[in-house]
């Protein structure tokens, strides 16, 4: 007897064998890298902001900060450290030649404005840019660069609420010509990826650098016109519970301990 194969089940089988071998081609295919943009740069850093913990403007906080200065006279360091202690709001430092904190007539917001700051990313930067401003209107690059700078003092400044931290991130990425670094080494050594504003005609280069994998802030680095090169890069940042320690914890200062440091 011949025993005839029905066409169905031949077809049947080809078909299952193509389907396995495309699934074998699918599989082995090298998948596409993901390109680092400014939106996704901000979701990353926003998102780790959003696992800090909350503090109290009083909190005291202990950090180490390196400088580099290519403009320091000749026979003198060029890099430098600095470390210290200084509450959550900038408003009280402790440490001999500790230089960090916030000024009288520094261009950010302060510490008591945080909370009432506009909720969207373009709206924010629209308001940072115009501290200080005396109401002239300024080209789109003039006003990103005024934005650029104040998250960046604000950053280097300020231990900031999670929630503002993460909306600040966003707010870089909407600004006009904002690119991004997937590679930069701070001057500490330490591995990071950048928001970099290019230079205009009016400004310097501009970079805020986050570690590459946990996407906290970083450093802050700027180029001046004739090429002059400065960076702040925060070495190491602890949360701690009075000046003097380096132990992390997340007990505020009594009202009397703060007394008596501002005195």
């Known amino acids: 007897m011949t025993w005839v194969r029905p066409g169905w089940r031949l077809g049947v089988i080809v078909s299952v064998a193509a389907g396995l071998v495309a699934g074998v081609v699918v599989a082995v295919l090298p998948s596409a890298p993901v390109v680092l943009t400014a939106k996704l740069l ?46 959550a709001d900038g408003g009280v430092t402790y440490g001999d030649n500790y230089s960090a904190g916030v000024d009288v007539g520094d261009n950010i917001p302060s510490y008591s ?4 700051l506009p909720a969207s990313p373009a709206a924010l930067d629209a308001y940072l840019a115009n501290i200080g401003n005396s109401g002239e209107k300024s080209a789109p690059d003039i006003m990103g660069m005024a934005a650029f700078s104040v998250i960046e003092d604000m950053l280097i400044n300020y231990v900031l609420p999670p929630a ?11 600004i006009p010509g904002i690119e991004v670094d997937s590679h930069v080494t701070a001057i500490d050594g330490q591995a990071g990826v950048a928001f970099v504003l290019p230079p205009t005609p009016q400004s310097e280069k501009l970079e ?7 996407y906290r802030f970083l450093a802050q680095a700027s180029w001046d016109s004739d090429s002059s ?9 602890v949360i701690v519970g009075a000046p003097g320690s380096a132990q992390p914890s997340l007990t505020p200062p009594t009202a009397a301990e703060l007394l008596a440091e501002q005195a």
Do not use: C, H
């Open 229 to 237: 090169f400065y960076e702040t890069a925060v070495v190491r940042m």
């Open 208 to 214: 805020i650098i986050l570690d590459a994998s946990s």
């Open 164 to 174: 503002l931290e993460a909306e600040v991130y966003q707010a870089l990425a909407v």
């Open 42 to 87: 901000a979701d990353r850093a926003s998102a780790a902001a959003l696992t800090q913990p909350a503090v109290s403007p009083g909190q005291w906080v202990y950090r180490a900060v390196e400088w580099n200065n290519s403009r320091t006279p000749k026979g003198m360091p060029k890099t430098f450290t600095e470390a210290g202690w200084e509450t």
């Open 113 to 116: 404005e945080l909370g009432s």
